[in-house]
């Protein structure tokens, strides 16, 4: 199983609470139907025990049975209309996207 990790920014005119919504509302739902996507997770980062906001606004988790899969998923008509909304709610150019094998230890 691949994980596919972006960490995302919310576009520097928008809010905070303006950000989650469209993510969640209407961002998400379009994510959804990617072929090949096997489960979508966002998280809505929180400030730190200390009141000190994180480096981003948001991480999604995105898992697929393979890099091909989520390249072929990405390179599809739904996967390209999920790069088409992302700048409607965060900064593009601040995305990073890492890939990763998940080992589960509990």
Known sequence: MTKVLVTLHKRPEAGADEFRRYWRETHGPIVAKVPGLRRYVQDHVLPDP??????????????????????????????????????NFADQEMLQVLMAEEVTIV
């Open 50 to 87: 200390s009141g000190v906001n994180p480096p981003y606004d948001g991480i999604a988790e995105l898992w697929f049975d393979s890099p091909e899969a989520f390249q072929a998923g990405l390179a599809s008509p739904e996967g390209q209309a999920v790069l088409a909304d992302v700048p």
